[in-house]
Antibody, heavy 118, light 109 residues
Framework: EVQLLESGGGLAQPGGSLRLSCEAS????????MSWVRQAPGKGLEWVSG????????NYADSVKGRFTISRENSKNTLYLQMNSLKAEDTAVYYC???????????WGQGTLVTVSS | QAVVTQEPSLTVSPGGTVTLTCGSS?????????THWFQQKPGQAPRTLIH???NKHSWTPARFSGSLLGGKAALTLSGAQPEDEAEYYC?????????FGGGTKLTVL
């Protein structure tokens, strides 16, 4: 059974940083691209970033480019999202999603809430 | 960044058929956009229904189908059930950068 377990969410101050993690199980993590998607309270879904399985290539939405960094550690079956220079508009539930970069999207985690507020 | 458009809301009768569409500000949606469709119910994580325009996952009910229609991507629900009431999102790829539509709230009434 595929499982994606996000962690690391919480309260951060504007201008601060947080690092999200997503621990994957039930599939060969190193063989699949992975992505982050977020959803602000009461709003729609927004694709944030993706990382390939092959060479670690990355892509970002314009709204987070230069502030967020996606990475993966295949030996630990874990995906990360380093979020710097946080803004109030980054407040959202962040979902880890299996897929992207030429792989189709299939499984979603349950999400972790990030709140940016002073 | 491209803008992806969906109907804000649609209503379908139980047992009826409804088509949700997904358009792109850059022109016609094609197979190269690798269209995905997701279903989200209140308080739950999204669930993937369709990938690569028309391919279903093992858990996707047979009453859902995906296609290209008149320059847009389309999700057709044939034989709507009460449990299909949800928000539906499409997702398009633009050379590796993905953009979601704003979502369609589907009411089964």
């Amino acid at each position: 059974e595929v499982q994606l377990l996000e962690s690391g969410g919480g309260l951060a101050q504007p201008g601060g940083s947080l690092r999200l993690s997503c621990e994957a199980s039930g599939f060969t993590f190193s063989n699949h691209a992975m992505s982050w998607v977020r959803q602000a309270p009461g709003k729609g879904l927004e694709w944030v970033s993706g990382v390939s399985n092959s060479d670690g290539s990355t892509n970002y939405a314009d709204s987070v480019k230069g502030r967020f960094t996606i990475s993966r550690e295949n030996s630990k079956n874990t995906l990360y999202l380093q979020m710097n220079s946080l803004k109030a508009e980054d407040t959202a539930v962040y979902y880890c999603v299996k897929g992207g970069w030429g792989n189709y999207y299939d499984y979603w985690g349950q999400g972790t809430l990030v709140t940016v507020s002073s | 960044q491209a803008v992806v458009t969906q109907e804000p809301s649609l209503t379908v009768s139980p047992g009826g058929t409804v088509t949700l569409t997904c358009g792109s500000s850059t022109g016609a949606v094609t197979g190269g956009h690798y269209t995905h469709w997701f279903q989200q119910k209140p308080g739950q994580a999204p669930r993937t229904l369709i990938h690569d325009t028309s391919n279903k996952h093992s858990w996707t009910p047979a009453r859902f189908s995906g296609s290209l229609l008149g320059g847009k991507a389309a999700l057709t629900l044939s034989g709507a059930q009460p449990e299909d009431e949800a928000e539906y999102y499409c997702l398009l790829s633009y050379s590796g950068v993905w953009v979601f539509g704003g979502g369609t709230k589907l009411t089964v009434l």
